[in-house]
């Protein structure tokens, strides 16, 4: 019998190098990766967008409120009151820093929590999740401050002749602490705010929430001009804009009248703080469900 051929022996696997240990991933790295990238979006990709919907508005009410109105009217200022533009121009900022902060969250946020749900890349990324949700934080709070650089020389420099409103960067340091915390503030609520909006129900947003927001927030006068309406007076404390309104009324015209600043600074910071605790928690049960 004959032999059976014998096959030719396989060669043997060529042996490998142990891998070296993979890098830990840095969780700060990754946090600052979100905020650059939402900033990127806004910011190069969206800037016409992004100009529009901080400029447009105030710019409008500026116009009408602060050189229509006082043109056509001998009313423009009251006996012994300031200007219509002086008690504009916090107002004006208190509205820009209320649009940036809330609309630069929310309308992100609605859209990404629903189907198909595009958040999932970053809740994929090895990061707690709640950095997930606070970089958005992040991204609106940056938002609203570039807002209010980009509107106080509106609300400075566009006025009726004589009619330039009083105010004054000499208290920058309470300035820049309430922008700060309204930034922080509007952002909060934006976050909060986009986890509970459904894309059907953005016309609430803005016809139920930042509408009387605005027009009870003491943007228009100032909380003192209410004794007449003490009711009015006493509801509208409930609205987070009329500190916003009142604190930075207090900085840039610190001799008009306005709210104590021992109710607006431990209102802001405490609120700030609440809110932001509230919006990460309805986002960690939004992005989770």
Known sequence: MSASPTLPALPAPAAH??????????????????????????????????????LVE?????????????????????SGGPAVSTVLAPGMLATTILFAGILGVSMPMITELTYPK???????????????????????????????????????FVHAPGQAPDIGLSHWPLLLAVVLC???????IGLWLGTAVQPSQ???????????????????????????????RDLVLLNPVVYVSEGLRAALSPAAAHLSLWAVLPV????????????????RRAALD
């Open 17 to 54: 190098a142990p891998a070296g240990p993979v890098p830990p991933v840095r969780a700060g790295r990754v946090f600052a990766a979100f905020v650059a990238r939402d900033l990127r979006v806004v910011f190069r990709k969206q800037p016409v967008s992004f100009l529009t919907r901080v």
């Open 58 to 78: 105030p710019l409008t009410r500026i116009f009408v409120f602060s050189y229509v109105l006082p043109a056509v009217s001998a009313a423009g200022q009251r």
């Open 118 to 156: 595009t958040i999932q890349d970053r809740l994929l990324t090895p990061v707690p999740l709640w950095s997930v949700g606070a970089a958005r934080l992040v991204s609106g709070t940056v938002q609203a401050l570039v807002s209010v650089l980009l509107v106080l020389p509106v609300v400075m």
């Open 182 to 188: 309204g930034a922080v503030l509007a952002s909060a």
């Open 202 to 232: 953005v016309n609430v947003l803005f016809g139920l929430v930042m509408m009387p927001m605005m027009m009870l927030g003491c943007v228009y006068y100032p909380w003192a001009s209410l004794e007449a309406l003490p009711w009015l």
């Open 268 to 283: 802001l910071v405490a609120g700030s703080a609440l809110v932001c605790v509230l919006g990460l928690r309805a986002f």
